[in-house]
């Protein structure tokens, strides 16, 4: 959630940079700097009403004393009470709109962002080069299929199209490329969560998905009662909500946490012609990468989760690029967003493994979440957010780069340990 106060000292500033992002809030804006007058008005009337009140409150044992009739008073009393309730009302009614209007507003993107969609991204650096074959090489499906890696037709039977069945040695695999990461994250001194796949409202509220896109998650009703659960669309929804409605010290940060879990996803988007497999489904696992941090540490922060993000994908020896995406390509809750794009063959481009996001205290406002400072001041911390990384990619890619002449798939190193010393994952 924005600041108020920011809104109302710079609204033509917040609505230039939102327009950059594909947002055209002139109206909101103006609707909800006039609710705000509104409600501070309202406000300011019913604290002159209450101190009238005690004031008048006052007078009543004086003229009792001096035998004065009291009926006045308690007239008046009536009369100032009524009216401040119907302000009170009036206050709940204007905050009602204005929250709305206020939670819709996406993040301020950073004003360095180009505008615009992914047309206006900017590619920042490349890693090692694209696989050249000698062969005709398979796609992932084919591969993954005649190596008995995945079982496409029973998990469409088990649970519909968008989903897939790891098995065999193809389920190990995808045990240790998740091993690989954690490891990796774990000797970062980043403390290993493992949370709840089913979430509450406010999990989603705080991370920025509700209400715009709660109807892109799978809801849970409970019989026993009214409560919803949603699925996780992604970690992040839980891990930032640790510190929903606390405040931190100084000492306290920077919180850093990892968590691996599924990730469900309701619409998995529209599938283009070499986007088969497990490219886009409704659930996929992933490692995700979280820091509660100082505001001044805030472009260091980011800055450690965008290259933990590289070094995972430079372990496995993939070629990839590093995209600083445009505003409008950012997500609504996100000030900034790095994409770690790598190559799989058979797609003839790049896909996105990892997006690493800044969402300033945009998340902190929306959970209460804050800091208090040396000198006592409070203020709200800042969030980031971090795929470190995704293995529905990765793991099409890592059987594409990776595999010979004769259909067979070579282990990258940083997996050997994990699968028991294997080099080479062969048919038989």
């Given amino acids: 959630m924005l600041d108020i106060k920011y809104i109302r000292e710079n609204p033509d500033e917040v609505i230039a940079r939102l327009a950059t992002k594909g947002k055209d809030a002139k109206e909101d804006i103006a609707e909800i700097l006039a609710l705000d007058a509104e409600r501070r008005a309202k406000i300011s009337e019913n604290e002159q009403l209450k101190a009238e009140q005690n004031r008048v409150n006052k007078l009543i044992p004086q003229y009792k004393k001096e035998g004065k009739d009291v009926a006045p008073i308690f007239a008046e009393m009536k009369e100032l009470g009524a009216k401040t309730k119907e302000n009170d009302n009036a206050v709940k009614e204007i905050e009602e709109k204005f929250n709305t209007l206020m939670w819709a507003l996406p993040n301020l993107p950073d004003r360095d962002l180009k505008p615009g969609g992914k047309e206006n991204n900017e590619p920042l650096r490349y890693f090692g080069e694209p696989r050249k074959f000698d062969f005709e090489p398979k796609n992932h499906v084919d591969l993954c299929t005649d190596l008995g890696l995945i079982d496409y037709k029973r998990g469409t039977k088990l649970a519909g199209s968008g989903f897939w069945i790891y098995s065999g040695i193809g389920a190990r695999l995808e045990w240790a490329i998740l091993n690989y990461f954690i490891d990796y994250h774990l000797g970062n001194n980043y403390e290993l969560m493992l949370v709840p796949h089913m979430l ?86 992933k490692v995700e990468m979280v820091q509660f941090t100082l505001p001044e540490k805030s472009d260091e922060a980011f800055e450690e989760l965008v290259t933990n993000a590289e070094n995972l994908v430079k372990g496995l020896g993939f070629h990839f690029r590093t995209v600083k995406l445009a505003a409008e390509d950012c997500s609504a809750s996100m000030a900034r967003t790095y994409d770690i794009e790598i190559n799989v063959p058979s797609m003839n481009g790049y896909k996105e493994v990892s997006s690493v996001s800044n969402a300033r205290d945009y998340q902190a406002r929306r959970g209460q979440m804050r800091v208090k400072r040396a000198d006592g001041s409070i203020e709200y911390l800042h969030t980031l957010n971090g795929s470190g990384l995704a293995t529905s990619r990765i793991f099409p890619a890592l059987v594409e780069q990776n595999q010979n002449a004769d259909g067979s798939v070579n282990v990258p190193d940083c997996l050997k340990k994990y699968l028991g010393g294997m080099d080479v994952i062969r048919k038989d």
């Fill in 200 to 285: 509450e409202y406010e999990c989603g509220f705080t991370a920025g998905q509700f209400p715009k896109f709660a109807d892109e998650v799978y809801k849970i009703a409970n019989p026993t009662d009214d409560k919803v659960h949603y699925m996780l669309p992604t970690a992040e929804a839980a891990l930032v909500s640790l510190h929903r409605n606390e405040i931190l010290t100084e000492a306290d940060l920077p919180k850093k946490y990892i968590s691996y879990t599924p990730c469900f996803r309701r619409e998995a988007g529209s599938y283009r012609a070499d986007e088969r497999g497990m490219v886009r489904g409704h659930q996929f696992n």
